[in-house]
């Protein structure tokens, strides 16, 4: 059974920067052709942030192109989520995926004075 567990978030002033990972057991990252970050709010949809293919093509959301940056680290069996230059509109749940049929549990990330 594939699980996902998201760690890393945490309160961080405008202008600063995290780094969530996404650690996956019963599986890995390799077998999966799409690792994603998403990220909530509430009331809203969850959105997909990131995206990252076969072979390390990725794809981000306009609201954080040369901003955020998703990587896979396989030796660890980890994806990760770099957040530079944060932004109040960044503050979300965040959710690892993988396959878009697995999830985890998220983790909060607040960007606040």
């Known amino acids: 059974q594939v699980q996902l567990a998201e760690s890393g978030g945490g309160l961080e002033q405008p202008g600063g920067s995290l780094t969530l990972s996404c650690a996956m057991s019963g599986g890995t990252f390799r077998r999966y052709a799409i690792s994603e970050w998403y990220r909530q709010t509430p009331g809203k949809q969850r959105e997909v942030v990131a995206s990252m293919f076969p072979v ?5 959301a ?7 940056s998703i990587s896979r ?5 980890m994806i990760y989520l770099q ?8 503050t979300a749940v ?3 995926s993988v396959g878009r049929g697995y999830w985890g549990q998220g983790t ?6």
Do not use: H, Q, W
């Not at 680290?73 to 069996?77: C, F, L, Q, T």
């Not at 909060?108 to 004075?113: E, G, I, R, Y």
């Open 94 to 96: 965040y959710y690892c």
């Open 56 to 60: 390390n093509k990725t794809i981000y």
């Open 62 to 68: 306009d609201s954080v192109k040369g901003r955020f």
């Open 83 to 90: 957040m530079n230059s944060l932004k109040p509109e960044d």
């Open 108 to 113: 909060l990330v607040t960007v606040a004075t």
């Open 73 to 77: 680290e396989d030796a660890k069996n």
